[in-house]
């Protein structure tokens, strides 16, 4: 799993397929949902399930998303 965060969005990348997500307001770490999707990263940890995928385990590394003009 790829998770590549740029503000307020982020886009997961899992299986070839590519989610895109907005930051939501929670309690529980940072969390981005979609109508089909949600990715919970809490410290070193990550959860992101959608309606074909479900991935729990450690985050080992998160990629800025270019930016463009």
Known sequence: MIVERSGDTAH???AGRTYPLKWKQSSIGDKFISPTAALIIDGGSAIFVSED???LGP????LPIAATE
């Open 12 to 14: 997961v990348t899992l």
């Open 59 to 62: 985050c080992t590394k998160t």
């Open 53 to 55: 995928q479900l991935s």
